[in-house]
């Protein structure tokens, strides 16, 4: 028997041994996506700039006056050149750094923290409930926002951060809560949450500990977008001179020099460069926005094209 | 049909929304912008034109406030929008919104369609070529590009092309000073001239969400059976892309762009004001920094009509091309 | 049934990439197919059944392509010709019917514009001519034409899938390959859809390839018989041979999964396990970890297709010549 089957067979080679890997599905998928990489890496620094300034500049101050000569250009003292109040422009991009991040991720969580109850709610009392919360859902997403900002800012007297991130948070919540509760109502039938009603759990609970944890992705990728609408408005309300011109961000710095007509006095490093830092941290919450994407929706991911063999015959 | 009323009732609601924050939001703001306006105008108008521009503004304060909403939201809808207290004191806000109106709405409104038209026609050929050349540059590229912040490619397209002794383009205002506003060829082309550089601004900053959402949008559908199926029946490649694919994919994109008017907007004004632009979102920059409440209340309600009316065009173009919202109540 | 072969499937081989590497997903599977003749292709989900009909109908995007082997379809080699080559072939000699109709049909344009669509692409002249076309194929499958007007989501399921069947038959082609087309209607819908299916071949003439998870369905209407597993054929034969001597245990299985109406009480069997990881496939036979009846050799050795009468059979127990069937019953062996 054994000689037949050894003419007529082919003997397999042993299999690997299946690995698991630790750490999770998620933090290998940001691993191995170049954008999110990027995006993060981005991030990652200015977080460092945010939170110790002192590593990257010696200046302990920069927000005070005539430290050093007005309006130098860039050179080796002072990297990127001084304000026309004697500034050093690269030291107040540094601590700038703390007030724009701050700003960023204090109203995109308390946004994505509002679209959150407002969607998940909408999609769950269904009914009048659900019709109530979307018309207020569908009408702060159609007002024009940064018209309401600015009329808002302007009443409200210019130089308040507090209000600037209330305003924020109050424009920005309804994108996120329109794709929640889409998403919410497109899970709410699946077996796993009604084995959760079946087994007798509150809703609470089940919405917490069941339905939340699915939708982790989406929430993240809500947030992620909350916070690059919260960089770029609040630097755009900060640069028409709404925010609080006498604090340190990026946005007061492109106000102040706009003022000062840096771009036509032939000092652009100082009208351009807090502008770069907007852009990049802009761009690494977009990267990593973007990465979620296609880590959530496999079909988006890059594509690799498979080598086919035509025989002929 | 009832797909188009409720569009229509979400319009008025809206609307309404609008108006009632416009009314509401001065009477809650700490301090008394009435005061601030009394005390602007004190020297300038008579007490008798303050009254009147006051009860336009719907501030008489004789009369209880349900009455003042209506006359308020009377006078809204039937143009009687008071008188500027900004810079150009006295004169009425619809001459000046009907100054400021043509500019926004020919640079603002052109580039937008067109950002929008060509955002898609390229998202539509970057994600039919999966794993080509174009699939591999535009959405790195055109990720950072939709986080731009407006204003800052304006400066950046102002330094580049704007400044300094050998200016390609000028940077400053609509057309230049002294030229005769007309139909001729020489104003025409100083017209178009000014509008370059803001325009390229917006097209450049706004093109890059549309192209993503719809490449994105044309990946999902092709994975989809009909596409497939549109193979098998032997269709050219053309066909299939634009008549299964893309009249598919690019439904979502349609109610995407509605959505993100009110973004679009927010960068026009930053744009209009780095490039003194002169039209509406200027107009409102200056109303906040002038504390020009009529003006400003009269822009804000502008825009939110403008941005409803492009919402609900939106709303009747899907209506026509889906047949399932046709069904839908 | 005329014995020429009209479809002639050898050694076709699909590989989808991955981010583990390049994994089987149909692995070296021979067929044939005669003018007129129904054959059933049936496996678990996952075994490669759909993947195999794309492949066969050359409809498979990245990241599946076909690595090797050859399609031959009245002697033309679908696997190298390019996309001109095969749009040209393409629902006129051999047309698709999928699983879900909502899902296989443009949801923005009418039926007729479907219809329309591909007549024109391959060259349907006057209006005329795509209309009376059309309203034929609707009579056949027994549709009001009144209903061309209509878009997919305006039609019930079963009439969406007979319209489907109906688009299927335009050119009146020689092959239908149809990818669980009854999966989506319930038990009664199921069976009259079948009737007429079989109706229609014998009324036209086409062969047909049926792909399904239910043996019991297929195996009243079809001539041939093919089961699938992991990518493998695993038995091929005659319908009758392979349903009342299935020579593989892994037909066995699915057939006594299946209980009788008539006939006497049994004790219900499934088949314990799941299909494996087509990544890292088991070594020697695929079905080992599985099967009730494995003994060593099965462990390390990888059967191929031996002759058993008048069936194929992957499965050592049949190696040699000899069915050790009932050898290894006779000495009541069982590992």
């Known amino acids: 028997m054994s000689a037949i089957l050894a003419n007529t067979a082919i003997v397999t080679g042993a299999p690997e041994p299946a690995r698991r890997r630790a750490g999770g599905g998620l933090w290998t998928a940001v691993r191995t996506n170049r954008k999110a990489m990027a995006g993060l890496i981005i991030f990652l620094i200015f977080a460092a700039m945010a939170a110790v300034p002192r590593l990257f500049t010696s200046v302990k101050h920069p927000n005070d006056a005539a430290q050093y000569a007005s309006l130098a250009h860039p050179g080796s003292q002072h990297w990127l050149g001084t304000t026309q109040l004697g500034q050093d422009i690269y030291a107040q991009l540094i601590y700038g750094t703390r007030q724009s991040l701050v700003i960023a991720l204090i109203a995109g969580f308390f946004a994505t923290v509002l679209s959150v109850l407002i969607g998940v709610s909408a999609a769950y009392l269904g009914g009048i409930g659900d019709e109530a919360l979307s018309l207020l859902t569908n009408v702060f997403l159609v007002l024009p926002t940064f018209p309401l900002i600015i009329v808002l800012a302007t009443y409200a007297g210019k130089g308040n951060l507090l209000v600037v991130i209330v305003v924020l948070v109050v424009t920005g919540w309804s994108y996120g809560a329109n794709q929640l509760r889409a998403q919410t109502l497109s899970l709410r039938n699946r077996d796993f949450l009604e084995s959760a009603r079946v087994r007798g759990e509150r809703r609470s609970y089940i919405i917490v500990a069941e339905l939340l944890p699915t939708m982790t992705s989406l929430i993240v990728a809500n947030f992620l977008g909350a916070a690059l609408y919260a960089v770029l408005t609040a630097a755009g309300l900060q640069f028409l001179g709404l925010g609080d011109p006498s604090s340190l961000s990026w946005g007061t710095m492109l106000y102040w020099s706009q003022n000062d007509g840096a771009l036509q006095s032939g000092y652009p490093v100082w009208a351009i460069a807090p502008g770069i830092c907007v852009a990049l941290l802009g761009a690494s919450f977009a990267l990593l926005n973007y990465a979620f994407d296609e880590i959530s929706n496999p079909a988006l991911r890059p594509v690799r094209r498979i080598r086919v063999k035509r025989t002929d015959s | 049909m009832r797909y188009l009323l409720r569009r229509l009732g979400f319009f008025v609601l809206t609307l309404w929304a609008a108006l009632t924050l416009n009314f509401f939001i001065p009477r809650m703001m700490p301090g008394s912008p009435l005061q601030a306006l009394r005390d602007r105008t004190h020297n300038k108008l008579s007490p008798a034109a303050l009254n009147s521009l006051l009860s336009q503004f719907g501030f008489d304060p004789h009369q209880n406030v349900a009455v003042q909403y209506v006359q ?67 959405p790195p590229v055109f990720v950072v590009t939709s986080a731009l912040p407006y204003f800052w490619v304006a400066l950046l397209m102002i330094l580049l092309f704007a400044s300094g002794t050998h200016a390609l383009l000028p940077n400053d205002g609509n057309y230049t000073n002294g030229l005769t506003p007309g139909f001729s060829g020489h104003f025409i082309f100083d017209v178009i001239k000014h509008a370059i550089l803001p325009g390229a601004t917006i097209l450049i900053t706004a093109i890059g969400g549309w192209i993503l959402t719809m490449r994105n949008n044309m990946i999902t559908t092709l994975s989809e059976d009909y596409v497939r199926m549109g193979r098998a029946k032997g269709l050219s490649n053309r066909r299939i892309m634009y008549g299964y694919a893309a009249r598919n994919a690019f439904l979502p994109n349609l109610s995407g762009f509605a959505m993100s008017l009110g973004f679009v907007i927010s960068g026009a004004i930053l744009v209009e004001y780095v490039f003194n632009y002169p039209g509406l979102g200027y107009m409102l920059y200056n109303a906040t920094v002038n504390t020009d409440y009529p003006l400003l209340q009269a822009l804000f309600m502008l825009i939110t009509v403008a941005v409803l009316v492009a919402v609900l065009i939106c709303d009747f173009v899907t209506f026509w091309l889906d047949p399932r919202a046709r069904a839908k109540a | 049934m005329s014995s020429a072969p009209i479809l002639e499937v050898a050694g076709l081989r699909v590989e989808y ?90 949801p923005v344009i009418t039926i007729a514009a479907q219809f329309k669509d591909v007549l024109k692409a391959h060259g349907a002249a006057s209006n005329n001519e795509i209309a009376n076309r059309s309203a034929e194929v609707m009579r056949l499958v027994g549709i009001d034409p009144i209903h061309l007007k209509s878009y997919p989501h305006q039609l019930s399921g079963g009439m969406r899938q007979r319209a489907m069947i109906a688009m299927a038959l335009l050119f009146t082609p020689d092959l239908v390959i149809m990818d669980e087309p009854t999966s989506a209607l319930d038990v009664v819908a199921q069976r009259s859809l079948m009737v007429q299916i079989k109706e229609l071949q014998h009324q036209l003439g086409f062969a047909v390839i049926f792909v399904t998870h239910d043996m019991s369905l297929v195996s009243h209407f079809s001539d041939q018989l093919i089961v699938m597993y992991a990518g493998q054929v695993s038995e091929i034969g005659p319908t009758r041979q392979v349903f009342d001597h299935p020579a593989h245990p892994y037909s066995r299985g699915l057939l006594d999964a299946f209980p009788s109406i008539r006939g006497p009480r049994v004790e219900l069997t499934g088949i314990p396990g799941s299909p494996p990881d087509l990544a890292r496939p088991p070594r020697g036979c695929r079905f080992h970890p599985r099967c009730p009846q494995v003994f060593d050799a099965c462990r390390v050795t990888e059967p191929l297709l031996y002759q058993v009468g008048d069936v194929q059979a992957r499965c050592l127990l049949h190696a040699g010549g000899a069915s050790l069937l009932e050898t290894s019953e006779a000495s009541g062996a069982t590992t």
């Open chain 2, 72 to 138: 308020y939201l009377k006078n809204m809808a039937t143009g009687h929008w008071g008188i500027s207290i900004g810079g150009s004191l006295g004169v009425p806000v619809r001459k000046l919104i009907g100054q400021a109106l043509p500019w926004t709405l020919g640079l603002v409104g052109v580039t937008t369609v067109l950002a929008f038209l060509l955002g898609t026609v390229i998202g539509i050929v970057a994600g039919w070529k999966r794993g080509g050349l174009l699939d591999g540059i535009v």
């Open chain 3, 17 to 106: 990439s991955t981010s583990r590497g390049a994994v089987v997903a149909v692995d070296n599977v021979d067929l044939e197919v005669c003018k007129g003749e129904f054959v059933g292709v049936v496996g678990e989900s996952g075994c490669g059944k759909s993947t195999m009909l794309f492949a066969i109908a050359a409809l498979l995007s990245p990241p599946a392509a076909v690595t090797g082997g050859t399609v031959k379809f009245h002697g033309h080699n679908l696997v190298t010709m390019t996309e001109k080559q095969l749009n040209v072939l393409r629902w006129r000699d051999y047309s698709v019917v999928m699983q879900s109709a909502m899902n296989a049909l443009n």
